[in-house]
């Protein structure tokens, strides 16, 4: 069974009923929220989060933990009566695995039921071909599998997989032999990775699961609705409205890669100017090396194209959080990406200061603010895909800000 983030929520949106199994289900899922967001929380506190009686509260949460998602943690002495015990999530309540496909590397990660990567397996490759990381996607998850304690093996709930959507335009950004990557247009991933696991697979684009990570790490953070950059080989974005993931109707929300950007050099997309590819390229072509990036992002070199690559991607991304910030009236714009955080730093700061250029009479002020995760981000928020598909009313509860 496969299904996109965008599909499981049009499900949702279509049944529409409020019967009891369905107030039942929703319940569950709103007390798991609280308490993800949260942390612990006892039954008294979650009935008054909710307005629900204690003594449904009480039915909910001896499910939960009899379904092993909730444990009790220590009681907190001290007051007047019995006392009171927090719940919390169980870690080993459910466990998913990821699959990110990149530009460099795939990568495989188990997460338990609280977003806790416990394993991870990296292949490093020119180009992604279909085959091979099939076989390393196969191979590493029946590793892990076997390596799992029964009871916890009986826990695995999903793959969720990460990848830009249409892999094969890859080849039009750079001067390697890049043909490898047609393969990819008649490839169903996710239909193959069932065929191979016998798990449910949910998929999503590398940019949105990077931002359901991002949601789910900083969830103490007061923003209900904020546009999420990544920069990798090509830029991306994800949503964030109300509290909640939204992936948009077909899984391509905040394809902010594709944005027409105004600069030197003419009207270009966003994914043109602001891509790891483009500086890829850009220094493929000045050293005839293409080892080179990862050096010069490891070593924070200043020399050379970067300083003209931030410029020039800092103006676009301030051009990109204007206008969301017309259209949607958002709070903060949050800048991650696959590079060191000196790196990330940089391109924050020379975002900062171009935004802070533009003409922006009108719209309301908004916060320009670093991501938490950089590099992982993608793989991590691949395993949370299945727990969202799982655990959620809608694309985003367990994350959501109440």
């Known amino acids: 069974m496969t299904k996109s983030l965008s599909e499981q929520t049009e499900n949702l949106r279509l049944g529409g009923g409020a019967n009891q199994t369905g107030a039942r289900a929703y319940n569950d899922r709103l007390v798991l929220s609280l308490i993800r967001q949260a942390g612990a929380l006892p039954k008294a506190e979650l009935a008054r989060m909710t307005g629900l009686s204690a003594q449904t509260l009480t039915v909910i949460v001896k499910r939960l933990e009899t379904e092993g998602l909730l444990m009790p943690t220590a009681p907190i002495r001290g007051r007047v009566g019995q006392p009171s015990v927090p719940y919390a999530l169980n870690p080993r309540g459910a466990f998913s695995f990821g699959l990110k496909i990149g530009r460099r590397s795939a990568v495989v990660v188990l997460s338990d039921f609280t977003g806790a990567i416990l394993e991870r397996s990296i292949l490093q490759y020119r180009i992604p071909t279909p085959d091979q990381t099939l076989a390393f996607a196969e191979a590493e998850i029946a590793r892990i599998r076997s390596e799992l304690a029964p ?22 950004t750079t001067s390697e032999d890049a043909s490898g990557l047609d393969a990819w247009k008649t490839f169903d991933i996710d ?21 359901a990570a991002e949601l789910l790490v900083s969830r103490k953070r007061p923003y209900a609705d904020f546009l999420y950059i990544y920069v990798g080989w090509f830029i991306g974005g994800g949503l964030v409205l109300e509290g909640s993931l939204y992936p948009g109707q077909r899984g391509n929300s905040a394809a902010i890669g594709s944005i027409p950007i105004n600069g030197p050099d003419g009207e270009r997309q966003a994914l043109q100017i602001a891509s790891l590819s483009t500086l890829d390229e850009t220094i493929r072509q000045a050293f005839r090396d293409p080892d080179t990036l990862q050096r010069y992002l490891s070593e924070q070199d200043e020399a050379g194209p970067l300083p003209l690559w931030l410029d020039r991607s800092a103006r676009a991304i301030a051009q990109i959080i204007a206008n ?33 250029r533009l003409d922006r009479r009108g719209l309301s002020e908004i916060e320009i603010v670093s991501g938490n995760i950089g590099e992982g981000a993608r793989s991590m928020g691949a395993a949370i895909l299945p727990i969202l598909a799982r655990y959620s009313r809608d694309s985003g509860v367990l994350l959501k800000t109440l």
């Open 191 to 211: 239909a193959a990775i069932v065929e191979v696991t016998g798990l449910f697979v949910v998929m999503a684009n590398d940019a949105t699961a990077a931002c």
């Open 324 to 356: 969301g910030a017309a259209i949607l009236d958002l709070q903060a714009a949050c800048i991650d990406g696959a590079f060191p955080q000196v790196f990330r730093d940089a391109l924050i700061e020379k975002t900062v200061e171009a935004y802070g």
């Open 151 to 172: 009871e916890d093996e009986r826990r695995i709930i999903g793959v969720g997989i990460a990848m830009p959507f249409e892999i094969w335009n890859w080849k039009v």
